[in-house]
C-alpha cells in the first residue's frame, strides 16, 4: 500500500497480509497518523461499483471511513495507469529499495513501523527535478492537510454470524470455534485486519488471531471443556485432543469413565482461573505424591496457584504508653487460702 504526494515526492508505504477493506482501512489510519493525508486509487476494497467516468459508488466501510477523516476522494479512470504515474513510479521505487530481498514479516505492527521511519529517512535525498530536498518540500506540502480529528478510527468490519452445530462460525471461508453449546446461536463477531473477537449477548466470548489461510479451522480446547465434560468418553476423537498440555494429554488416555470425567472437570477449574500455565505444574505435582485422583490433582493445583499468606507485623505508629499497674491480690489470696495453697 503506497500514498504519495507528487509535488514534493514524498511516499510512504505499509504491506499487509492481504488486500480487504479491514487491511487498507488500518493503512490508511497509521498514514494518516504518521503524515495526515491521502489519495486514493479504485481498490475494489474502497469502491463498491464503478460507474462512468470517475463517478464511483463507494463501499459503506469506506464512506464512513471517509467522514470520519472529513476528505473528498477523487478517482482515476480504469486501466488509467498514466494518470497515477506518480503513484506507479512510487510503488516501483519502494519495492526495489525496501522490498529487496523479499522479506520474513514475523510482526507487521513492528515492520509497519520501521517501514514509516524508513520512508521518512528517504525523504533525505534530492528531488528528482527541483534539487531541493524531498523533506523540505514535504515540508511546505504538509501545511495544506486537514487536522486530524481528536479519537482515532477504529477499524473493523461488522457480522452478526449463526453457530453451527460443532460450534463454528465461518469468517471468510475459515471456521472459528466457540462452543457447541451456542449451536444455533447467533453471536456477534469484530473482524480486524489481524485478529477476530466474538461477542455473544454483548460479552466478549474469544479472541483469535485472524487466518488468511483456505477453509481452515481455528479453535482453542479451552472453550470445549464443559460440553467435554458430558461425554468425556469422546475426548481422544475430538480435533483438539492434540492441543491440551502435553501431561494432561497422558494422564487422560489412561483414564475413562467417572475418572476421566473428574479429571476435566478439575481441569476446567484451573483453565477458568486463568492459570493455564499451571496445569502440567499441578499434574506433575501430583505424580510427585504418587497420587493421580481427581481431588490430589485439585489440591496440588491449590497449592502452586495459591501462594501461602504470611501477614507481616503490625507496626504502630507510635509507642504504646506504659501503664503503672500494681493490682492488690489479697483478695485472691483469702479466697484461695493464701500462703496455705
Excluded at 453457530?163 to 462452543?179: A, L, P, Q, R
Excluded at 481455528?218 to 491440551?244: A, E, S, V
Excluded at 510427585?288 to 502452586?304: A, F, L, N, P, Q
Aim: hydrophobic residues 35%; glycine residues 6%.
Amino acid at each position: 500500500m503506497i500514498v504519495t504526494f507528487p509535488n514534493s515526492n514524498a511516499g510512504w508505504m505499509q504491506v499487509f497480509p492481504s488486500e480487504n477493506q479491514e487491511c487498507l482501512l488500518t493503512g490508511m489510519n497509521r498514514m494518516f497518523a504518521h503524515i495526515g493525508g491521502a489519495k486514493f486509487d479504485n481498490m475494489t476494497t474502497a469502491v463498491a461499483q464503478v460507474l462512468e467516468s470517475t463517478e464511483r459508488i463507494l463501499s459503506e466501510g469506506f464512506a464512513r471511513f471517509k467522514l470520519h477523516y472529513r476528505f473528498q476522494a477523487e478517482f482515476c479512470n480504469p486501466d488509467s495507469g498514466h494518470e497515477k504515474g506518480n503513484v506507479e513510479n512510487k510503488v516501483g521505487f519502494t519495492r526495489r529499495n525496501m522490498l529487496v530481498p523479499v522479506p520474513v514479516i514475523d510482526d507487521f505492527d513492528a515492520y509497519n513501523e520501521e517501514l514509516l521511519h524508513r520512508c521518512d529517512r528517504d525523504h533525505d535525498r534530492p528531488h528528482y527535478k527541483h534539487g531541493t530536498e524531498i523533506g523540505e518540500l514535504w515540508a511546505q506540502e504538509k501545511k495544506h492537510l486537514l487536522t486530524l480529528p481528536e479519537r482515532n478510527y477504529d477499524v473493523f468490519r461488522y457480522e452478526a454470524l449463526t453457530v453451527n452445530k460443532y460450534g463454528f462460525v465461518t469468517i471468510d471461508t475459515n471456521k472459528y470455534g466457540i462452543s457447541p453449546e451456542l449451536s444455533g446461536k447467533i453471536v456477534q463477531t469484530k473482524i480486524y485486519f489481524d485478529k477476530v473477537e466474538l461477542y455473544y449477548d454483548h460479552n466478549l466470548l474469544k479472541t483469535y488471531a485472524r487466518s488468511y489461510e483456505k477453509r481452515s479451522e481455528i479453535m482453542d480446547w479451552k472453550q470445549y471443556l464443559p460440553t467435554l465434560g458430558h461425554k468425556p468418553g469422546g475426548l481422544l476423537h475430538t480435533r483438539f485432543f492434540g492441543q491440551l498440555p502435553k501431561l494432561w494429554r497422558e494422564h487422560l488416555k489412561n483414564t475413562e469413565g467417572k475418572e476421566r470425567k473428574t479429571a476435566l472437570m478439575v481441569l476446567a477449574e484451573i483453565v477458568a482461573d486463568g492459570n493455564e500455565e499451571l496445569c502440567d505444574e499441578a499434574l506433575s505435582l501430583a505424580f510427585e505424591y504418587g497420587r493421580t485422583d481427581s481431588d490430589s490433582i485439585r489440591r496440588c493445583y491449590y497449592m502452586v496457584a495459591k501462594a501461602e499468606n504470611h501477614p507481616r507485623p503490625l507496626v504502630l505508629s507510635s509507642s504504646p504508653p506504659v501503664i503503672a499497674c500494681r493490682p492488690n491480690l489479697e483478695s485472691y489470696d483469702r479466697l484461695t487460702g493464701g500462703d496455705k495453697r
